[in-house]
């Protein structure tokens, strides 16, 4: 499913984030991703999501050659993936299910799939009686389930968890850790970067260790002796680009819009001109383009 084949990359200043790394990992796979700050980790993530390019080297996602896929394509890419962040990233003048539907809407869906899909998947991480609630009403792990909802709205075959349990409690974590666990069980693949060594070792998962570019542990099962301890307090500055927007409020598919510049959003809901709607992110590095349903040009 995802296979990097001597893959370098190096940033313009210099820095040599990742070094002739060669690795695959299968369809329906869990793995974890540790290693200190500034280890690659971080690159290793963008470079899955094409929101980098490698320097050298070729990454194969489900049989797809990125060095070949064209910019325009790119969210097509994404679609099969579904992101989840530290900072939740949740819309806040919107509610649970509206946060959630949003993802669905990226990508074209109708009303009525929405409406059965998304209570479907908030039942699934414990969420059904909050739909109405805004994220500010929620406790940090009730928000990143939302996250984790949003992530698996649209069914993604891919799961990339950037240290999801970052911002909640260690009770919290071992819940969130879980519920990934139990959705992989239903055959999605997921990839979770953390330094949460002690949930490594709980769940007996494929854990990749990356240092100073170089993939220096592959192991099955836990975190090779020694490893924890060189990492117990790594801090991965990840993040991706994202940009809030101001002024939200509950809107239906009439008023998201499509364009090459990506997905806006209407502000107004007399229905504004085109220089009243602002341009935003809720899930993807890039911005979202809105995908017809019957498309499969990525397979």
Known sequence: MIEFQNVSKTYPNGTHALQNVSLSIEKGEFVFIVGASGAGKSTFLKLIMHEETPTSGEIIINGNKLSKLRRRDVP????????????FRLIEKMTVFDNVAFAMRAVGES???????????????????????????????????????????????IIVADEPTGNVDPELSHEIIELLNEINAMGTTVLVVTHEHELVREFHQRVITIDK???????????????????????DDYGMDYEEYGEAAEFTGDEVIESYEGLGYD?????????????????YPDNVMVVPDDDDRLG
């Open 267 to 283: 502000d107004d809901m007399d229905g504004a001109g085109e220089g009243d709607s602002e341009m935003f992110e809720p899930q």
């Open 213 to 235: 570019g170089k993939v220096i542990g592959d192991t099955q099962g836990g975190i090779r002796a020694g490893i924890a301890e060189d990492y117990a307090e790594d801090s």
């Open 111 to 157: 009303t009525a799939t929405i409406k059965k899909r998304v209570p479907y998947v908030l039942n699934l991480v414990g969420l059904s009686d909050k739909m109405k609630n805004k994220p500010s009403e929620l406790s940090g792990g009730e928000q990143q389930r939302v996250s984790l909802a949003r992530a698996l709205v649209n069914n993604p075959e």
């Open 76 to 87: 097509y890419l994404r679609r099969h993936m579904g992101i989840v962040f530290q900072d």
